[in-house]
């Protein structure tokens, strides 16, 4: 038999330390393609921010004008509860029956 020795070790030891260093290269590459792979999310991930402060940043002088049309909006739906306030105070007029019409249209049946 051959006899591989390394510091007085065995065949069985050699191989031993071997494979232990080949999975620990094994893990530390995976673990270094995550890191490149997390590296590259990083990046992205700042430009994207970059991105939505700098759009941020463009629309801050929109914040009045957004602020004026919110008022027009405003004033526009106070003036119709306003009118529909009158037309809820307003006495119905007394209604007026033709001769076999009703005004209610609950006669037709849509046949």
Known sequence: MLQIALLGMGAHAVVTL???AFI???????LIRIALILW?????LVAIL??????GEMSQPL????DDIN???TSGREAFEAAAGR????????EQETAGVSSTWS?????
């Open 71 to 73: 008022k027009e909006f």
């Open 63 to 66: 914040g009045g004008i957004v």
């Open 87 to 94: 037309l809820e105070r307003r006495k119905p007029a007394p």
């Open 40 to 44: 590259h999310v990083i990046d992205r």
């Open 50 to 55: 970059g991105a939505v402060q700098a759009t």
């Open 107 to 111: 006669h037709w049946r849509g046949e």
């Open 18 to 20: 071997i494979a232990t």
């Open 24 to 30: 620990v290269a094994v893990i530390a590459a995976y």
